[in-house]
């Protein structure tokens, strides 16, 4: 029961669009600085390092490299001190933690980066690969149709013919044995000359 009510306060602290990033994502944490009567805005850009907690408690740390030292940052991901969290470039990350980058320096501390599957690439005003595939499947299967019904129209011509020619022969056959046959007339012998 206390859990329920401990979830149902923190709930109203929760912010409602939370930002989507991982580890080994390089991220822009834009943070509310209070100076006097003024509040500006500063970004802390660096790698996420790892994350962790839940709910409330959800945190997550960044390092950057300032002026050749380490930097590490831990911050509450609910903190209302946040402004915004940009994901400036996405890397590819096969552990939960990346503490192996503080003894990396330089371009070492490179992650490689995560791109979008390449069927997802899209040029202004150019068709994916995925779409030009199903147009040329589509092509391929209307031509293979035309190709059927022109055959089928000429098998049903050549039917057409030989049924006609059948039934042409049909008439001449009953013709004929309707007309009754005539004797034959003699034939007149050939008059010769010598």
Same mark, same amino acid.
């Given at each position: ?37 003024k ?23 960044? $390092?950057?490299?300032? /002026?050749?030292?380490?930097v %590490? @940052?831990?911050? !509450? ?5 946040? *402004?915004?969290? +940009?994901v ?15 003894? $990396?320096?330089?371009? /070492?501390?490179?992650?490689? %980066? @995560?791109?979008? !599957? ?5 040029? *202004?005003?150019? +068709?994916?690969?995925?779409?030009r ?14 190709e059927? /019904?022109?055959?089928?129209? %000429? ?11 059948a ?22 012998? /050939?008059?010769g000359?010598?």
């Open positions: 029961m206390s859990q329920q009510i401990i979830r149902e306060v923190e709930q109203q602290y929760l912010k409602a669009a939370r930002p989507k990033f991982d580890v080994g994502d390089t991220v822009s944490v834009h943070i509310r600085i209070q100076e006097g009567g509040e500006r805005v500063q970004a802390f850009v660096g790698t996420v390092l790892g994350r962790r907690g839940a709910g409330i408690n959800e945190k997550f740390t960044v $390092r950057r490299i300032v /002026a050749g030292e380490g %590490e @940052r831990i911050f !509450p991901l609910h903190s209302p001190a946040i *402004a915004k969290i +940009e400036v470039r996405s890397g590819v990350s096969r552990r939960a933690k990346l503490y192996f980058l503080r003894q $990396r320096v330089g371009k /070492a501390t490179r992650l490689k %980066e @995560r791109r979008p !599957p390449r069927k997802a690439l899209v040029v *202004a005003g150019e +068709e994916t690969i995925a779409e595939e199903a147009r040329e499947a589509a092509d391929e299967a209307r031509i293979r149709a035309a059927k /019904a022109k055959r089928e129209t %000429e098998a049903a011509k050549k039917q057409a013919k030989l049924a006609e020619k039934g042409k022969a049909e008439k001449a056959q009953k013709a004929d044995q309707a007309q009754p046959e005539k004797p034959a007339e003699p034939k007149a012998p /050939a008059t000359g010598r």
